[in-house]
């Protein structure tokens, strides 16, 4: 079951896991249909398309404003860095 407007795994992951149940019940015309309505309704809406991104994974930063994180190699803890000041 894939939308054809719409290649978010994190979406297709949540309606997959949401048609399932109805996957050996459903004529594949209607589950089709369910599909797409999942996907116009957590799409199409803020709430939805909100808890969309918190069922996604982080995302992968390669760099930082200051260096390529992946020619970096292991951080090297600096002295004082991450430390808070009292004060």
Partial sequence: ???QNHGDPTLQ??????LAPYGELLPSELL???EETL???LTGHPVSTRLLRQLA???????SGERDLEEA??????PGAGAK???
């Fill in 85 to 87: 000041r009292s004060g």
């Fill in 57 to 63: 994974p982080p995302p992968v930063v390669h760099k």
């Fill in 13 to 18: 992951a949540a309606i997959r896991r949401a």
């Fill in 39 to 41: 996907c116009e309704e």
């Fill in 73 to 78: 190699g292991p951080q090297e803890a600096k």
């Fill in 1 to 3: 079951m894939t939308h």
């Fill in 32 to 34: 089709r249909d369910m």
